[in-house]
């Protein structure tokens, strides 16, 4: 049988509701996509001549979704060809790969991914057969003939896709050179995102040498709390200047404290000395975010926060094949009392935008949308990683929005790595709210013209709003 996709897929079978949802859709799914987060690199668009390499390249090697799936039913990844750190043999045959990805294609039924990979592969790659061990190999070729196109470079799926504006995630000692070669060529919508999280980990091995690097990019010499704050303002200024209209925070817990001058100086200076330990890493990481939100409310980059991963859950892989292998694993977190003091200074301030993420569900009603319903500088941010999903949407909906309202979330945004993901991704999350607004409608909550309006304000025009666009 030919490999087609539902025309309805993500909509509810309910006939009206359907209806309605294809009519919402229909609307909003042409749209231009405004991608605020997410993790493409800038070097993959910042070369005119890149290309993806092979389809192994694209598909599998950089897709920590697919290794964790894989890796679950007991496929090593070297044979995926993900090389151990110490070196030895891992596999370099991409059709190889390839082959092993294909007989394994059955277990992503039923997941946002496996709904991604057919999106991209039918309706991007026009692959008109499901993948298999047995046509592992004719598909490869199909998909590495479209690649060696010009349509299929990745300067050209990006003018195809209609991407308004694609942020990045950069290390705070990024040079982004590559941002820079985006703009001189006529790509200023490619924006730096700010990434401090490395400066803060007082007790990792590499901390001084990432001191370091920021005091050569700054131009100011850390020696100290009060140079430390100095060189990062600078930095922010610099991401600023190419466009950045936001910084990212990653961290297991969203505690905040502050500090007072004394405590900051002596935490950093005990780091200098190469003494820090885990809770002093803790004590400082709380401290900055507060300086964070006041350096926001300055400077007017929007705040993400993305807490509740334990990354790299299995230390025998992390110390075999380095980070971002797929063996992490969402924490319950607390948020209501660990952001208090962060709130309590900025949260009402209305130069401070504040964009929550989350990987516990159970705090979406009884944290989350109250803490937006209430705080004018939280937004919350969609379902994040694990939730990224048809049924995570709609769990996200159900609990988000009688108490939140639609207009202190920030829209959707994609997080990807995987570039020819990306309007896949949009495009499952404009089905989901259009089906689900398609519901209230029916449920005579919604008038049909509210829910037009709220279909274009969830595919585009709450993150334009969320991430301050057109207000600078």
Partial sequence: MPWSLSPDRCFSSDPARRALARALYEQVKALPLFCPHGHVPPSLLAEPAAQFGSPAELFILPDHYILRMLASQGVPLEQLGIAPRAGGWHETDHRAI???FAAHFHLFRATPTGLWLATVLVELFGVDERLTAANAQRIYD????????????????FRRFQIELLATTDAATDPLDHHRRLHADGFPQVRPTFRPDALLALDAPGWRDTISRLSMLSGI????????????????AAFKALGSLATDHGVETPYTARLSDHEAETLFARALRGAATANDTARFTAHMLIEFARMSCEDGLVMQLHAGSLRNHHEALLARFGPDKGADIPLATEWTRNLRPLLNAYGSDPRFRLILF?????????????????????R?????????????????????????????????NDDTRAFCSIPA??????????????????????????????????????ARRAYRVGER
């Fill in 142 to 157: 199909h998909l590495q003939a479209r690649l060696a196109e010009p349509a299929f470079t990745p300067r050209a799926l």
């Fill in 380 to 412: 919350l941010g969609p379902p994040w990683w694990f939730f990224d999903s048809v049924q995570g949407m709609r769990r996200y909906f159900d609990r988000v929005i009688e108490t939140a309202g639609f207009y202190n979330t920030a829209g959707f």
């Fill in 358 to 378: 989350t990987l516990d569900e159970s705090t979406y009603s009884r944290e989350l949308a109250p803490l937006a319903g209430y705080y004018s500088a939280i």
């Fill in 221 to 236: 010499e850390v020696v100290g709390y009060r140079s430390f704050i100095s060189a990062i303002e600078q930095r922010r």
């Fill in 98 to 100: 390839w082959q092993r």
């Fill in 425 to 462: 991704r949009h495009d499952v999350w404009r089905r989901v709210s259009c089906d689900w607004l398609a519901g209230q409608v029916v449920e005579g909550l919604l008038a049909e013209d509210e829910a037009a309006e709220l279909a274009g304000e969830l595919a585009v025009g709450l």
